[in-house]
């Protein structure tokens, strides 16, 4: 087995790889140049453009649903602005935040810690009262007469996750800072974010709203032939794959990051066949690949009780491979929350999640009348088996039994 192993390794070592720079088409990579995206990023840069003559931007605000490009237009702007501020010595200071990454922005008192330690702050992950992490924040701002451009990606899932509160604390520090000024810029692809946020942090956040409008085939296809090149050696992906690869992504909501994920994951596949080009077959091979993990990483992401009636649906119809009843569903539900030591939910409430996992496209339910016993739902398991071991193995690890 490790002789076996050993060759996999020395022929991948020999092979030619397809890839010239594979980082290029990863989403945190910030390219040269953005195409279709010129007049956003010009009036994002004609928003900031104050912060080099020290004056305090407006805050901006930037909609758009995933793959809009919003983040990385906004970085290849800060990345800019940064640049000049370097070469002219003006106190500028760009913090960007990835406000969906755990351990440091679920909470207020780490996402202000986090800003706190961009200035050199040596902050304890936790144990401070939070008013004082708020004056050690304060404090460190004010040092010096400054303009601090504080990027909050995913600003909703900061929000969901503290509340709004702290979007007022930073919009009211302007107020009382003496030297330094804070900007803030907001991505989101949450459209309607703003209609829940209280009309004090609304009024004081937006002041200039931008939305990004999602890209059709055609830009997507330049955006990946952009790409490729810098990502693939010449002469390595066939006629009709980024055409294919735009025209997925464009049925996406036009998502480019799903497109780049797409022709990487297709690349990567093609390597793994030891061919010379990747071709289209690789490209719906990472479909489906892409999907496959998609789908676990949201049953993942679930509560417990959705956990737990799913790994009952999946278990019951491994067995049958045959319809099954929201009765005998609950039933079983019932006794594997016993095991997990978990209270159960009414069957009314079993009924409105096995309807959310009929919109999440994992099974059919189908709404059947039963005549003088009521209405029961049909359900049948809408996933390849391939899919559902994938996510028993995941639920098995995160619930720690066998029904």
Known sequence: MAKSVDNIFEQFLASKSLFKNKRVLQ??????????????ISLIAKTLAPALKCDRPSNLFIYGKTGTGKTVSVRYVVNSLKQIAQEKNIPLKPIYINCKLKKVADTEYRIIAQIAREFGKDIPATGLPTEEIYNIFYQVLDEKAQIVLLVLDEIDQLVQKTGDEIL???????????????CLVGISNDVTFTDTLDPRVKSSLSEEEMIFPPYNATKLQKILENRAKDAFNDDSIENGVLEKCAAFAAREHGDARRALELLRVAGELAERDNVPKVAVSHLDLAEDKIERDRIVDIVAA?????????????????????????????????????????????????????????MLGIINAKIVSKGRYGRSRDIKVSLPISVVENILTTLDEKLGVEL
């Open 27 to 40: 989403a945190n990579y910030t390219p040269t140049t953005i195409a279709h995206r010129e007049d956003e």
């Open 168 to 182: 007022y604390n930073l919009t009211r520090l302007n107020t009382e800072l003496h030297q330094a000024q804070i």
């Open 302 to 358: 679930q509560p417990k009780q959705f956990q737990v009636a799913l790994f009952v649906i999946l278990r019951l119809y491994e067995r049958r491979k045959e319809m099954l009843f929201t009765g005998e569903v609950y039933e079983n539900y019932k006794n594997l929350c016993q095991k997990v030591q978990l209270r159960p939910l009414t069957q009314r409430r079993i009924s409105d999640i096995i309807q959310e996992m009929d």
